[in-house]
């Protein structure tokens, strides 16, 4: 990775108080953005990323050298057109690109974080982001959108701010974390504290990591990402640049090779006690907790427009539960659309190149901002 690159960031000055009970000072947020602000600064879009993403939405990512994790929808001519909109996306705080999170010194140790860093929340990661609309002095957001964790961060953006955005894309996403992810999360988590290498959360200050564990919470992590489908058509039994199976434990079969491959490459990017940290926000997730349940209650002052984008093949975040926030919109009388996009690549489905999802969003968002 080229580590030297510089790091767009905010320097947050106002006191933040966490979730947990703690208030963090003076926290930095790495940022990114696309395209410029127009005059009226009405065309701001603020994208939130997923558990493993960063601000790098889109082009080269300098850091990695890789595609941005969004390019395919987001840059010159494509949905989310950078000719037109001015697109702003941040590190989350606990994230390990830049943002406040465990791998970062703490000033009264002196020593890194690790895992004495404070549990962070979806809440937290928003009300951080929040920053940066006095940052770039925008009174009102034109959009919020998200997949997966970015959805959520959407749901909690609106909750907290009600009227600060136009319209709202939260896509494959819930308002709660169910058991089945809480476990696989945790299947995760647990593979990493179990790496001798962990060293109870403090690797990085005894110059050890955790690759081992990570590498498993990612080939898990990653299978929930795909479909049963998918998978078949792309990997089947085939065998890994071999003739027969040879009766040891080598990768016999291709889909082994690329799940350890994803593993492997993961853990050059990415940070274990950070990826703890993480998970667990998105399972602290219930954005009906404070409503005693009711979810329309968690959207009663909204006057934002929503897209809700599921897919059909997504078993991670299905169909049925982000037609549970419809249905609470609904309730409310909010201004909401419903899309279930046909597709056989899971949950990974809005990162990549799906016709009938990009062009849905590209038209929506075209068409709502034409009516500004």
Same mark, same amino acid.
């Given at each position: 990775?080229?580590?030297?690159?510089?790091? #767009?960031?905010?320097?947050?000055?106002?006191?933040?108080?966490?979730?947990?009970?703690?208030?963090?000072?003076?926290?930095?947020?790495?940022?990114?953005?696309?395209?410029?602000?127009?005059?009226? #600064?009405?065309?701001?879009?603020?994208?939130?990323?997923?558990?493993? /993403?960063?601000?790098?939405?889109?082009?080269?990512?300098?850091?990695?050298?890789?595609? /941005?994790?969004?390019?395919?929808?987001?840059?010159?001519?494509?949905?989310?057109?950078?000719? #037109?909109?001015?697109?702003?996306?941040?590190?989350?705080?606990?994230?390990?690109?830049?943002?406040?999170?465990?791998?970062?010194?703490?000033?009264?140790?002196?020593?890194?974080?690790?895992?004495?860093?404070?549990?962070?929340?979806?809440?937290?990661?928003?009300?951080?982001?929040?920053?940066?609309?006095?940052?770039?002095?925008?009174?009102?957001?034109?959009?919020?959108?998200?997949?997966?964790?970015?959805?959520?961060?959407?749901?909690?953006?609106?909750?907290?701010?009600?009227?600060?955005?136009?319209?709202?894309?939260?896509?494959?996403?819930?308002?709660?974390?169910?058991?089945?992810?809480?476990?696989? =999360?945790?299947? /995760?988590?647990?593979?990493?504290?179990?790496?001798?290498?962990?060293?109870?959360?403090?690797?990085?200050?005894?110059?050890? =990591?955790?690759?081992?564990?990570?590498?498993?919470?990612?080939?898990?992590?990653?299978?929930?990402?795909?479909?049963?489908?998918?998978?078949?058509?792309?990997? /089947?039994?085939?065998?890994?640049?071999?003739? +027969?199976?040879?009766?040891?434990?080598?990768?016999?079969?291709?889909?082994?090779?690329?799940?350890?491959?994803?593993?492997?490459?993961?853990?050059?990017?990415?940070?274990? =006690?950070?990826?703890?940290?993480?998970?667990?926000?998105?399972?602290?997730?219930?954005?009906?907790?404070?409503? =005693?349940?009711?979810?329309?209650?968690?959207?009663?002052?909204?006057?934002?427009?929503?897209?809700?984008?599921?897919?059909?093949?997504?078993?991670?975040?299905?169909?049925?539960?982000?037609?549970?926030?419809?249905?609470?919109?609904?309730?409310?009388?909010?201004?909401?659309?419903?899309?279930?996009?046909?597709? +056989? #690549?899971?949950?990974?489905?809005?990162?990549?190149?799906?016709?009938?999802?990009?062009?849905?969003?590209?038209?929506?968002?075209?068409?709502?901002?034409?009516?500004?």
């Amino acid at each position: 990775m080229n580590k030297n690159f510089k790091i #767009k960031s905010l320097e947050v000055n106002k006191p933040l108080k966490l979730d947990c009970g703690q208030t963090i000072k003076n926290y930095t947020l790495a940022y990114e953005t696309y395209g410029s602000l127009n005059k009226e #600064k009405d065309n701001a879009i603020l994208v939130f990323h997923a558990l493993t /993403g960063d601000q790098f939405v889109s082009g080269t990512n300098p850091i990695t050298k890789k595609d /941005g994790w969004w390019s395919y929808a987001v840059g010159s001519g494509k949905a989310i057109d950078t000719d #037109k909109y001015f697109v702003i996306c941040a590190n989350v705080i606990g994230g390990c690109m830049g943002s406040f999170g465990p791998s970062k010194i703490n000033p009264e140790t002196k020593k890194i974080y690790g895992i004495n860093f404070p549990v962070i929340t979806i809440n937290d990661m928003v009300n951080a982001q929040y920053n940066l609309l006095n940052f770039f002095k925008i009174e009102k957001l034109f959009a919020v959108m998200g997949g997966s964790m970015g959805g959520m961060q959407v749901l909690q953006f609106v909750s907290n701010f009600p009227d600060k955005a136009k319209i709202a894309i939260p896509i494959a996403c819930t308002s709660s974390h169910s058991a089945q992810n809480i476990a696989f =999360n945790e299947l /995760g988590r647990q593979s990493i504290m179990a790496d001798a290498e962990w060293i109870g959360g403090d690797y990085s200050n005894q110059n050890k =990591n955790p690759e081992k564990g990570l590498s498993v919470a990612r080939m898990a992590a990653h299978i929930t990402y795909l479909s049963k489908n998918g998978l078949q058509e792309k990997f /089947g039994r085939k065998l890994q640049e071999r003739d +027969d199976l040879k009766f040891s434990f080598d990768a016999d079969f291709q889909i082994e090779s690329y799940l350890r491959y994803q593993g492997s490459v993961f853990v050059d990017r990415f940070d274990a =006690n950070s990826y703890l940290f993480i998970t667990r926000a998105m399972d602290y997730f219930d954005l009906t907790k404070e409503y =005693n349940g009711n979810l329309s209650k968690a959207f009663a002052k909204t006057k934002t427009k929503f897209l809700i984008i599921s897919f059909t093949s997504d078993w991670l975040y299905p169909t049925s539960e982000n037609k549970e926030i419809v249905i609470a919109l609904n309730a409310i009388g909010a201004d909401v659309g419903f899309v279930e996009i046909e597709s +056989d #690549k899971g949950h990974d489905s809005f990162l990549l190149d799906v016709p009938e999802f990009l062009n849905t969003l590209k038209n929506y968002i075209n068409s709502s901002y034409s009516n500004n």
